[in-house]
């Protein structure tokens, strides 16, 4: 997906949260807004979302010399969503459909996201979420494609949301791959917080090798672009990943909550709205 | 009152959604976003918000080429609070207190504000502002001012206001200035405005010879500075004129909706919350 013009305010908004997370300092904020200022001619509206994002975090680490501000943060989703996870497998395990239950629960995750809110209430969230109506839905084809398919490869977005992805790999009966950021970008999942959710369990934990928030397969390492190009089922988490991925040639079944207007907008549907699509499927 | 953080991404918007009345070009657009990032080190948090409010539709205009985009929408307020005109009369002539009624009413229209939101219900407004109570209500202290004054500087704000402003300018009893805009900023009145609005027809009306969206002593008009040290009793309305004004040594009345969340702030109220506040009072 490309960049329009209204991401450009939301740009320096984004700036300034991630910003205040690491530091206190205004004037420290000033300059890295300034700097932002002065580096927006050089950001094509060709440019995704994510590869901004990836520059926005890049300066918030330069500036306020903060190179995981989100940690803690990213701990405590992950622990508040590990707390929730016992009872959700067994919403899951007793529910009619247990992969549709287990992908809304997933998409309910997607919630937990500092790059575009400071505030969410996840059980809320996770209660409208099993009985909303989906906007997209490819369910079918998704199922189908799911019962070919001999190994997943699944990319994370962020960190919590992990414990809720756990969930939905629990019901694919596959063998995955779950993909996650190089290294800290917002409250993206690494590594670390994949391992922390216990996906490690259940899947094989491997790094995009790009630090933008979001998979942008050009700089992503030659290794992660391999996998995806021979990948037989691909399943992309959020708006990140929606945004870094909506125009690759190949099929991806995107899961996510359109949680911003212009998002909303390219996909067609409203703010809010939940999201089972599939492209090139 | 000074810039906050806050305000920069809101600067961002501001631009991008005068910048759209002006034209659909999406390459000037972007000019205009790119020209004001590389400005944005030049803008200190100690200026006022109207200070870089000017800046921006200076921007506008030298980018677009187009000196007044908001020519249409000012008449179009103008002409839909002149038909709310004669029954707005009516329910301040039937009021208990009728001053009040007017101030309130007066306060309603100050929602008609391009510069903040594209949208607005006037009708759903003047309905809220008739029953709901101040935030900050200094009224017994400007009936008492106003009791001893023999003259009024009235410092208007938006186009299509203008005509509530006169519904106020009425019940005031007393000889009026009414201070419009040198040049057009945004929706702010100007004298063609106020003229429209029928000011004319209950106050003498004069230019404050800035072409910011808010009252800026310092860069208005030496005849303007000379009018508001030398006036009895000074009412100003809106946010820009909050701004530019909140600062002064002399007494001042302000009648406005808090409308974003900074000046809300800076008021000590909540955001939508309805204000009479007199300083140095």
Same mark, same amino acid.
């Given at each position: 997906?490309?960049?329009?013009?209204?991401?450009?305010?939301?740009f320096f908004?984004?700036?300034?949260?991630?910003?205040?997370?690491?530091?206190?300092?205004?004037?420290?904020?000033?300059?890295?807004?300034?700097?932002?200022?002065?580096?927006?001619?050089?950001?094509?509206?060709?440019?995704?979302?994510?590869?901004?994002?990836?520059?926005?975090?890049?300066?918030?680490?330069?500036?306020? $010399?903060?190179?995981?501000?989100?940690?803690?943060?990213?701990?405590?989703?992950?622990?508040?969503?590990?707390?929730?996870?016992?009872?959700?497998? !067994?919403?899951?395990?007793?529910?009619?459909?247990?992969?549709?239950?287990?992908?809304?629960?997933?998409?309910?995750?997607?919630?937990?996201?500092? $790059?575009?809110?400071?505030?969410?209430?996840?059980?809320?969230?996770?209660?409208?979420?099993?009985?909303?109506?989906?906007?997209?839905?490819?369910?079918?084809?998704?199922?189908?494609?799911?019962?070919?398919?001999e190994h997943?490869?699944?990319?994370?977005?962020?960190? $919590?949301?992990?414990?809720?992805?756990?969930?939905?790999?629990?019901?694919?009966?596959?063998?995955?791959?779950?993909?996650?950021?190089?290294?800290?970008?917002?409250?993206?999942?690494?590594?670390?917080?994949?391992?922390?959710? $216990?996906?490690?369990?259940?899947?094989?934990?491997?790094?995009?090798?790009?630090?933008?928030?979001?998979?942008?397969?050009?700089?992503?390492?030659?290794?992660? !672009?391999?996998?995806?190009?021979?990948?037989?089922?691909?399943?992309?988490?959020?708006?990140?990943?929606?945004?870094?991925?909506?125009n690759e040639?190949?099929?991806?079944?995107?899961?996510?909550?359109?949680?911003? !207007?212009?998002?909303?907008?390219?996909?067609?549907?409203?703010?809010?709205?939940?999201?089972?699509?599939?492209?090139?499927?």
């Open positions: 997906m490309k960049s329009y013009l209204d991401c450009i305010p939301c908004e984004q700036a300034l949260r991630a910003g205040r997370i690491a530091t206190n300092d205004e004037q420290l904020l000033k300059q890295l807004m300034d700097e932002l200022g002065a580096k927006l001619q050089k950001i094509s509206l060709d440019s995704t979302p994510p590869e901004t994002g990836r520059l926005i975090y890049r300066m918030v680490k330069e500036i306020t $010399g903060n190179s995981d501000p989100y940690r803690e943060l990213k701990h405590k989703s992950t622990r508040e969503a590990l707390a929730l996870y016992p009872a959700l497998q !067994r919403t899951i395990k007793k529910a009619n459909d247990s992969l549709l239950t287990a992908i809304r629960i997933a998409i309910a995750g997607n919630i937990i996201d500092f $790059g575009v809110s400071a505030t969410f209430d996840i059980n809320t969230t996770i209660k409208e979420s099993l009985l909303r109506d989906f906007a997209i839905f490819d369910y079918s084809i998704f199922k189908d494609n799911l019962k070919k398919a997943i490869l699944y990319i994370g977005d962020n960190a $919590g949301e992990t414990v809720f992805d756990r969930l939905l790999i629990e019901q694919l009966n596959k063998p995955v791959t779950y993909v996650v950021r190089e290294v800290p970008v917002i409250n993206d999942a690494t590594t670390e917080d994949a391992i922390m959710a $216990g996906i490690d369990k259940v899947a094989k934990i491997v790094s995009s090798g790009s630090d933008a928030p979001g998979t942008i397969p050009a700089i992503c390492s030659d290794g992660f !672009r391999k996998m995806l190009d021979r990948a037989e089922f691909v399943i992309a988490k959020g708006q990140g990943n929606y945004e870094g991925l909506s040639k190949r099929s991806i079944f995107f899961l996510l909550v359109a949680k911003c !207007r212009i998002i909303a907008n390219d996909l067609g549907v409203s703010s809010g709205d939940i999201v089972l699509k599939g492209i090139n499927v």
